[in-house]
Every structure is written in C-alpha cells, then in structure tokens.
C-alpha cells in the first residue's frame, strides 16, 4: 500500500493506495474508498506522469453512487472542486438558472458548500442526486 498527501486547490487530502490491477485502482480518498479507471493499464515501473483517472466511486454506506456516462455533454459544466458527499440538489432539468444561483449542495471535509451555475441558462442535465458520492471535477449539472 502507498500514502499520497495531496494538496489540491489548497485542500488536503489523504491518498492511500491499496491495489492496482490492471486498469482498475483500488484506494481510499480521506478514508473514503473508491476504485478508479483509468484509461490504460498501469505497468508495474514507475509512470513518468499519472494517467487521468476516470473515477467510479465505491457505493458509501450512507449513500448511492455516481452514474457516469460516457456520452459528450455540451454546454456548461458545473462540476465539484473537491471529493465529497450530495446533501442537496436544488435544480431539474428544465430550470432556469442565473449565474451565481447556487444548484448543488456538497459535503466535503465536514463542511457544506454551495456550488454554484457560472452562467444563466437552462438546466439540460443533472448528473448526480442527494447521498451521492463525487470526486474532483466530477460533472453535476449541464447548462445550456
């Protein structure tokens, strides 16, 4: 097992790396498990520079898990700045949305944050539900 400490954003976060099996990780985000995709087969050397993940969390005793699509999403993205857990969602598709309007609620380290639409528009997608489980730029909502 490897321990990563990350600061991202100027958040910390606890890595612990647990297995990798082929494309498949298996670690824990501040002590929430996840198991991560990424796009090719890690070689046992040392990688020169990380793969991008593709992450499908873990299902968390609390909660669901996040759907993940593989289809193009346009418009504007409204994604996560940190890991964390859905308290809230406060928009459905069809919803008008002024920039600013807060859209989502999300439990990260112990403390709620209001992600907010960076653009008026219309709500075209909504990606996630309360008790979901998010990674970092995890996509939550789409505005057109």
Excluded at 104 to 129: F, P, S
């Amino acid at each position: 097992m490897k321990n990563y400490k990350l600061k991202i954003n100027g958040n910390d976060y606890n890595v612990d790396i647990n297995e990798v099996e082929g494309q498949e990780i298996k670690l824990n985000v501040n002590g929430e498990a996840y198991v991560v995709t990424v796009d090719q087969e890690i070689k046992q050397q040392k990688p020169k520079s990380a793969p991008r993940p593709v992450a499908s969390p873990v299902a968390p005793a609390a909660g669901g898990s996040v759907q993940k699509s593989n289809a193009p999403v346009a418009g504007s993205k409204v994604s996560t700045p940190l890991p964390g857990t859905i308290l809230d969602v406060f928009v459905n598709v069809g919803d008008t949305v002024k920039s600013g309007q807060t859209v989502v609620l999300l439990e990260a380290m112990k403390m709620e944050n209001n992600i907010e639409a960076d653009c008026e528009g219309t709500v075209k997608e909504v990606k996630v539900r309360k008790g979901d489980s998010v990674l970092e730029g995890d996509i939550l909502v789409v505005i057109g």
